[in-house]
């Protein structure tokens, strides 16, 4: 029989729970399932939202009309990660960013590649690279990661000049 | 001390699963209903304030999302309570006496669909001791009817009639979840469930949201017709360990009632949170509810239970019953914790003539 | 008009990766004691109690106000639990003072604790739903991205990060209740610690650490001369949504007004001058000089050239986190109110070795959410 | 959009958490290695199981143990038909307050009989101990009655 002095225990705590993914959200997905980026449009401030989520944050507003959106857009801002996370999409280091679509006012985390990470620039610009077709799923993770394309970087100074004004 | 008032709430229907529907567009629902019914923009709002719990649906800052459903720009002064959004209302209650806020939006939302909640309530309970061994809430609620059983405090007869009559008061209530007539020789052929507790002695699990708007008197008088004005509000609550209460009564109602001079009122009716139906026959013991005292006129949380609001809708259907002007004096409790370990009493009252 | 409402005592842990002494009750438990024992005053004195912390998931105990009424002395007394994510120690102070502004209650206890050894804490703010691919690595992987954005968009200059590393490192050797205490702490050291997201390194990002916080506020007519007492001038709580079009994430505007508001309610027209000192919630280095822009106590552009000038240090002209702040303690939950009751300490006096001379007016500062959520007070040696 | 389109999926949310005891809590699971049950004293003399760390009234710290038995009476039980998944037996059994023999307060814990029938108020139990204990609650699996 032990003798020793308990100064901590483990205490599991684990739930199943159901996720559903609500009606705008299935949406995204079935689109991104077709290859498709589908936002919403919100019907005061006019803003732009993808991934779309119902409602206007800005205005607590619902948002119904969908917008189709190319698979290009900005690098605004970006860190490389260098910690490993459990469960996570890609192995360290890899370049996370916010990503604003053409057309979209508001930016999406995802990741950027095909390129050196000592180069990932604001304003770069780039565009999705799909997994092969056939991975498709409902999810964002059908793009692997965005990689830069042969355009002109945006002026740095109109990113944030629009976010200032 | 402010006079502060009630003005308009708004509640989604309760259902069983909401499906399709988000928290967000749930909010949304009740805070535009709440906003519209007395003619004011999230602008005109000058302190929000909302209930909410992760563990329900899962996932941490559920009420960082829920704020999408309110227009916070330009940026709002706004709080959260990871409590009953009864105690929201409470810390809006302050902001207006301190006179930070003349205004208030108080919301609570909870969808319970997702996950386990009998287990997940069990987190409530102390870590070390209680925890680890899964009692589920159903099954401490159980222990405590059966307490009162043995008390001869109560019987499985007088328990069935709370879910008579509530059943039956929820008929009337738009949005209740279960409602209908039954016979107390009915609902006593019912399996049992834990005993000596039946499936309709526990509250349903719920989806859904509401939202309260608070007003000084100034204010209420120009919005609202009949505005249910808080004229005492008070909250206590009891030991975190389960084996040293008596379940079979309640000092921090006790103390409460005490605080907010309950005698001193004439209560023509109560809305009392009371999430098995045991529960309501101690609350009406402990706060010494005579039967003129009308109860549950909604149907109260076992015709429908938002976690996370339904102490809030509570307050909420006592203003409606004041507004309406079938009631002149009410009181609202609202609950949180294991067998009422905490507990929040206010008296409601009309101004009208 | 609100009640005068003070802060008369404090009390602290001594935080730690993980303070294995003690079970949850026990930690919070101890700040509160030291609270009381600070305001010389009794369990039975106190009339209610305010409790705040992060996400239940971080100690896997729903709703811990129900589970610690019997440590905070609550039984028959009101509780009340604050939850506004990484800013909730500011705003459960505020919250807290707001029972005696509302006149309605004497004495109140305001504790607030993080255990975070109890689960790991970083991953559980990670958690996600399905349908969602897992990229961003905790709040750093989030808030680095603005912090580079920052860097770029004034052309800030690389070592800004590793000065306030060093200095707030430096400031801890003096707080004897930091977690981080780095005796040999240098530019170089903070360089050359590993990468964690480009380009903040290891010792430019705050700690995980188990810890607790809390403060006794009094009712003016119930404070006493040996209290020491610090006035609350004034309170603002601000929120925005995480995100939205057009939302500057770097300078955002929900810190703005509420800065406004705190210092137009304590009659502050130039805060850079009128307040002595600051401690504000600075979890990764370059967070220092963005919110000195965003407090409005620099010129947009211009707040890493105060941090370069050495003027935050504690010897300087506008000493900011002279405890260490939160990059040497951080116990999410208590954060935000140790940034506050360092704030009162400061007007108190009672600083001990990182005490800023003269202090008269201090600020107290949180943020939590993807930096949308804020939370500030204002302080002061005299009433108001 | 009808409701059965919309996507739904299952997800675990869990963390394996480490509790620190402290002392109280710690000496109360250090003894029950042994097998043996610890109270401890209140403001009151009551002698509290498990034993609390903060008295109930007073708010003092406690410090004072008294060994109690792990033989009791059930003062309250109810009866679970459908356990659940995270449940100590899974079988029907009951959940009973117990008040142990030199203790003043109820102790909550399974008590495992075949039928409903035969638990009473009053009746005698007795811990039934898993071997080895690792020094956790559930060292005791459950009460038996005697």
Redesign the interface.
């Known amino acids: 029989m032990s003798e020793e002095k308990i100064l901590e225990f483990e205490a599991p705590i684990y739930f199943k729970y159901s996720y559903t993914a609500g009606k705008t959200t299935t949406s995204f997905l079935n689109s991104i399932k077709k290859g498709k980026l589908v936002g919403q449009k919100c019907p005061k401030c006019r803003g732009v939202y993808v991934p779309p989520r119902g409602s206007c944050p800005k205005d607590g507003v619902a948002t119904e009309e969908e917008i189709e959106l190319p698979d290009i857009g900005t690098v605004e801002s970006f860190t490389i990660n260098y910690l490993p996370i459990p469960g996570g999409a890609v192995d360290p280091p890899y370049v996370s960013a916010n990503i604003i679509l053409d057309g979209a006012d508001l930016a999406f985390m995802h990741i950027v590649d095909g390129i050196d990470h000592s180069e990932v620039r604001v304003g770069m610009r780039v565009k999705a690279h799909w997994k092969p077709k056939n991975e498709w799923k409902a999810s964002l993770e059908n793009i692997a990661y965005f990689q830069p394309i042969d355009e002109p970087d945006l002026p740095l100074n109109h990113l944030s000049d629009e976010k200032n004004a | 001390m402010r006079e502060v008032a009630v003005i308009a709430y708004a509640q989604t229907p309760m259902t069983r699963d909401a499906g399709a529907q988000n928290e967000v567009e749930l909010i949304m629902q009740v805070v535009h209903q709440a906003l519209d019914e007395v003619k004011l923009n999230q602008t005109d709002i000058d302190f929000t304030c909302s209930g909410s719990c992760d563990y329900l649906q899962g996932v941490t800052f559920a009420f960082v999302d829920g704020l999408n459903a309110v227009s916070s720009v330009p940026p709002i002064n706004e709080s959260h309570v990871e409590m009953d959004a009864a105690w929201a209302l409470y810390e809006s209650w302050l902001k207006i006496q301190m006179e930070e806020a003349d205004v208030a939006l108080v919301y609570g939302f909870g969808k319970s669909s997702p996950g386990e909640l009998r287990s997940i309530m069990t987190l409530q309970l102390d870590p070390y001791y209680l925890a680890p061994l899964w009692p589920d809430s159903v099954s401490l609620a159980a222990l405590q009817a059966k307490a009162m059983i043995d008390n001869k405090m109560i019987t499985e007869e007088s328990m069935a009639k709370v879910v008579k009559r509530s059943r039956k008061n929820a008929k009337s209530n738009p949005n209740s979840q279960l409602s209908g007539d039954f016979s107390i020789g009915d609902l006593l052929s019912e399996p049992i469930f834990v005993s000596p507790l039946r499936k309709h002695d526990c509250s349903p699990i719920t989806d859904g949201a509401s939202a309260i708007i608070l007003a000084t008197k100034e204010k209420a008088l120009s919005l609202c017709r009949n505005p249910a004005f808080i004229t005492s509000i008070d909250h206590r609550v009891e030991t975190a360990q389960f084996g040293y209460r008596n379940l079979t009564s309640s000092p921090s109602i006790q103390k409460s009632s005490e605080v907010i001079n309950l005698s001193d009122y004439s209560i023509d009716a109560a809305e009392l949170h009371a999430p098995f139906s045991h529960q309501e026959l101690l609350l009406i013991k402990e706060l010494q509810l005579n039967e003129e005292v009308s109860i549950n006129k909604s149907g109260g949380v076992l015709a429908g239970n938002i976690m996370m609001s339904a102490g809030l809708d509570r307050i909420g259907s006592m203003f409606n019953l004041i507004k309406s002007g079938k009631v002149r004096t009410g009181l609202a409790h609202a609950t949180s914790g294991p067998c009422l370990q905490q507990n929040m009493l206010i008296i409601m009252e009309s101004k009208n003539e | ?3 005068l409402a003070a802060v008369v005592g404090m009390g602290q842990t001594k935080h730690s990766s ?9 930690l919070v ?1 101890e700040s509160a004691e030291k609270a009381l024992l600070d305001a010389e005053l009794e ?1 039975e004195d106190i009339d209610a109690v305010i409790l705040g912390k992060a ?3 971080f ?5 811990p ?7 905070l ?13 990484g800013s909730v120690g500011g ?1 459960t102070g ?2 807290a003072a ?2 005696i ?4 209650f004497e004495r109140v206890l305001v504790s607030t604790f993080e ?1 975070q ?4 804490a970083m ?16 709040a ?2 989030y808030f ?3 912090m ?2 920052y860097k ?2 004034f052309n800030v200059p690389e070592h800004i990060g590793r000065i306030v590393a060093v200095k707030d490192r430096l400031n801890a050797l003096k707080n004897p209740y930091a977690h981080l205490h780095i005796p040999d702490i240098n530019l170089e050291m903070v360089e050359k610690s ?5 380009p ?1 390194t290891f010792l430019e990002s705050c700690p995980s650490s188990d810890g607790a916080c809390s403060l006794v506020i009094s009712s003016e007519r119930s404070v006493t001369d040996n209290q020491l007492p610090a006035w609350i001038h004034s309170t ?13 994430a ?2 955002p ?2 810190g703005s ?2 800065a406004k508001d705190v210092y137009k309610k304590a009659g502050i027209k130039d805060p850079i001058k009128e307040i002595d000192c600051a401690e504000i919630y600075v979890p990764f280095s370059w967070y220092e000089p963005m919110w000195l822009e965003n407090l409005l106590l620099a010129d947009i552009g211009q707040g890493w050239l105060m941090t370069e000038k050495g003027h935050t240090s504690l010897e300087g002209k506008f000493p900011v986190n002279m405890s260490g702040g939160v990059l040497s303690s951080n116990p999410i939950g208590a954060s935000g109110l140790l940034r506050f009751g360092e704030a009162a300490q400061q007007v108190r006096n009672k600083a001990g070795e990182y005490q800023v001379q003269g202090a008269k007016l201090a600020l107290g500062h949180a943020f939590g ?2 930096a ?2 804020f939370a500030m007070w204002i302080v002061g040696a005299n009433k108001p | 959009m009808s409701d059965k389109e919309i996507l739904k999926a299952d997800f675990e949310l869990g963390f394996t958490y480490t509790r620190s005891t402290g002392p109280v809590i710690g000496h109360f699971l250090t003894e029950l290695q042994k097998c043996k049950i610890y109270g401890i004293k209140g403001s009151d003399g009551k002698v509290i199981v498990p034993p609390a760390e903060y008295d109930p009234v007073t708010g003092e710290t406690l410090k004072e143990f008294i060994e109690v038995s792990d033989i009791g009476k059930v003062k309250t039980w109810v009866w679970v038909n459908q356990p659940l998944e995270k449940h100590p037996i899974q079988a029907p059994f009951a959940w009973a307050l117990i008040q142990l023999e030199g203790a003043d307060t109820n102790f909550l814990h399974a008590v495992k009989v075949k039928k409903e029938k035969i638990m009473k108020n009053n009746m005698k139990v007795k811990a039934s101990w898993a071997l080895p204990p690792k020094g956790n609650i559930t060292d005791i699996k459950y009460f038996e009655p005697i």
């Not at chain 3, 100690?59 to 709703?63: H, I, K, L, Q």
Request: glycine share 10%; net charge negative.
């Open positions: 008009m609100s009640e993980k303070n294995g002494e003690v079970s949850i009750a026990g438990r369990w996400p239940d998931m100690e896997g105990v729903m709703m106000e129900l589970y610690l009424t019997d440590a002395v609550a039984n028959n007394k009101p509780i009340l639990r604050v939850h506004t994510a705003s505020i919250v707001s029972y502004q509302s006149g309605m255990k050894s109890e689960s790991n991953w559980a703010l990670s958690t996600t739903v399905p349908y969602a691919p897992l990229i961003n690595a905790g750093g992987g680095t991205p603005y580079r954005e770029r968009r590993p990468m964690l997201w480009d903040l603002s709580m601000r929120s925005e949504p995480t995100m939205y079009a057009g939302r500057d770097v300078n505007q929900a007004e509420c959410g993807g949308q959520f």
